[in-house]
């Protein structure tokens, strides 16, 4: 059947672009640490209910050690790290510049793959890395000097901050996106995203778990907990989010290569934009979408 990765990898950009939202939207009702947890609790259950309908067991006890060893990683990294700058970065951001910048994750894996993986690159793929960072540096120092006043109080102010968090939050999806291929490659070619991003979520639950009780922050869960609307959109987003988009993402890789799937997954700051303009009602210059499209079309040259 022609074309299944392609849209399988659509669909990912789709669900991440959807979650981000409701992740965003829970965050500012209850702060960024409480949503992870609680979303990624949600996750597991559904993870769990659908491996036991599907293979008749809760957890992929079938994967090899190396398996384990590198997705659990991989959750640590992605899933732990990752996203709980992710989502500060979302609150100190809005989703339209925090996703921009995690859009580098693509170049950044390339490079530690470079570093640390002897993968090679050829000329015009470091002038995509490049053209990338542009991008990105455009909407971060985006100045719209000719909006009215009323249009200038609606454009998000980019702090230093908030910048800091959206660059470690996208190390963090670097990183696990690396450990994730290390971790589902065996001889005969990859094992199932699901049941892959399974470990990477029961890996990264333990964490929050140790965090919380060392940082003392359950009673913000439990507070987080009685908040319905928050705990709605957490819901919403887990399911659309780290059960669908990031198992998605993995199941790409059975049908496209690493660097056309991550081509295709870097169209979020695209499709966020819309949501920018009509849901957040932010100013979004042309500058800005410029800005934006120069980002995926580097990463485009980077992995062409």
């Given at each position: 059947m022609p074309f299944v990765g392609e849209a399988i990898a659509i669909a990912t950009v789709l669900c991440w672009t959807v979650s981000v939202q409701f992740f965003g939207a829970a965050s500012k009702e209850v702060g960024a640490i409480p949503v992870?947890?609680?979303?990624?609790?949600?996750?597991?259950?559904l993870f769990g209910i659908f491996l036991f309908f599907r293979d008749g067991v809760l957890v992929p006890i079938n994967f090899p050690a190396h398996a384990w060893l590198y997705l659990g990683l991989s959750g640590i990294v992605g899933f732990f790290i990752g996203d709980i700058f992710l989502f500060k970065a979302l609150v100190e951001l809005g989703p339209r510049v925090a996703?921009?910048?995690h859009s580098l994750a693509a170049p950044t894996a390339a490079v530690i793959g470079w570093l640390f993986l002897n993968e090679t690159y050829i000329l015009h793929q470091w002038v995509g890395i490049s053209v990338t960072l542009l991008g990105v540096a455009v909407v971060i120092l985006e100045r719209n000097q000719k909006a009215?006043?009323?249009?200038k109080l609606k454009v998000r102010r980019i702090s230093f901050q908030g910048v800091v968090f959206g660059f470690?939050?996208?190390?963090?999806?670097?990183?696990?996106?690396?450990?994730?291929?290390a971790g589902m490659q065996i001889e005969s070619g990859y094992l199932d995203a699901f049941a892959a991003t399974q470990i990477r979520a029961i890996s990264a639950f333990f964490c929050f778990v140790l965090f919380f009780t060392v940082t003392n922050k359950w009673g913000n869960v439990k507070k987080a907990l009685t908040n319905t609307k928050a705990l709605t959109f957490t819901a919403i987003g887990a399911f659309i989010g780290p059960f669908l988009g990031v198992s998605l993402s993995l199941l790409v890789l059975h049908y496209l290569t690493t660097g056309?799937?991550?081509?295709?997954?870097?169209?979020?700051?695209?499709?966020?934009?819309?949501?920018?303009?009509?849901?957040?009602?932010?100013?979004?210059?042309?500058?800005a979408f410029g800005g934006a499209v120069t980002a995926v079309f580097g990463i485009y040259l980077l992995m062409s």
């Amino acid at each position: 059947m022609p074309f299944v990765g392609e849209a399988i990898a659509i669909a990912t950009v789709l669900c991440w672009t959807v979650s981000v939202q409701f992740f965003g939207a829970a965050s500012k009702e209850v702060g960024a640490i409480p949503v992870n947890i609680i979303r990624i609790f949600i996750a597991l259950i559904l993870f769990g209910i659908f491996l036991f309908f599907r293979d008749g067991v809760l957890v992929p006890i079938n994967f090899p050690a190396h398996a384990w060893l590198y997705l659990g990683l991989s959750g640590i990294v992605g899933f732990f790290i990752g996203d709980i700058f992710l989502f500060k970065a979302l609150v100190e951001l809005g989703p339209r510049v925090a996703m921009l910048i995690h859009s580098l994750a693509a170049p950044t894996a390339a490079v530690i793959g470079w570093l640390f993986l002897n993968e090679t690159y050829i000329l015009h793929q470091w002038v995509g890395i490049s053209v990338t960072l542009l991008g990105v540096a455009v909407v971060i120092l985006e100045r719209n000097q000719k909006a009215s006043p009323a249009q200038k109080l609606k454009v998000r102010r980019i702090s230093f901050q908030g910048v800091v968090f959206g660059f470690a939050a996208m190390l963090g999806q670097a990183g696990g996106y690396v450990l994730s291929k290390a971790g589902m490659q065996i001889e005969s070619g990859y094992l199932d995203a699901f049941a892959a991003t399974q470990i990477r979520a029961i890996s990264a639950f333990f964490c929050f778990v140790l965090f919380f009780t060392v940082t003392n922050k359950w009673g913000n869960v439990k507070k987080a907990l009685t908040n319905t609307k928050a705990l709605t959109f957490t819901a919403i987003g887990a399911f659309i989010g780290p059960f669908l988009g990031v198992s998605l993402s993995l199941l790409v890789l059975h049908y496209l290569t690493t660097g056309v799937a991550a081509t295709f997954l870097s169209l979020v700051p695209i499709c966020i934009i819309p949501f920018s303009i009509f849901l957040h009602k932010e100013h979004v210059s042309i500058r800005a979408f410029g800005g934006a499209v120069t980002a995926v079309f580097g990463i485009y040259l980077l992995m062409s």
